[in-house]
């Protein structure tokens, strides 16, 4: 089992900046890749970025050259620094851990980009 708590979401208008956090605990050494996802009202959820064991990362189109995706292993921590926000990154934002056989998924934070 793979706990995920995620943090740092909130109120922030256009143009401004967030920095989400996911805290991993439990089973974390069989973890191979981390990722941050989003839902907006009426529509599916979505890849926002993701980072592997190597620290390789992928971005959403809609988020590259914006948001950054960083992992301290020492804290067993996952961020997403998300610059530049728009109205249309407004969403909830889930952090998922990837496992060989198994996904777990944090409860998710909330960001509203408006002003």
């Known amino acids: 089992q793979v706990q995920l708590v995620e943090s740092g979401g909130g109120l922030v208008q256009p143009g401004g900046s967030l920095r989400l956090s996911c805290a991993a605990s439990?089973?974390?050494?069989?973890?191979?890749?981390m990722g941050w996802y989003r839902q907006a009202p009426g529509k599916e959820r979505e890849l926002v970025a993701r980072?592997?064991?190597?620290?390789?990362?992928n971005y959403a189109d809609s988020v590259k050259g914006r948001f950054t995706i960083s992992r301290d292993n020492a804290k067993n921590t996952v961020y997403l620094r998300m610059n530049s926000l728009k109205p249309e990154d407004t969403a909830v934002y889930y952090c998922?851990?990837?496992?060989?056989?198994?996904?777990?998924w944090g409860q998710g934070t909330q960001v509203t980009v408006s002003s």
């Open positions: 998922r851990a990837a496992l060989q056989f198994s996904r777990y």
């Open positions: 980072i592997t064991n190597d620290g390789s990362t």
């Open positions: 439990g089973s974390i050494f069989g973890i191979r890749t």
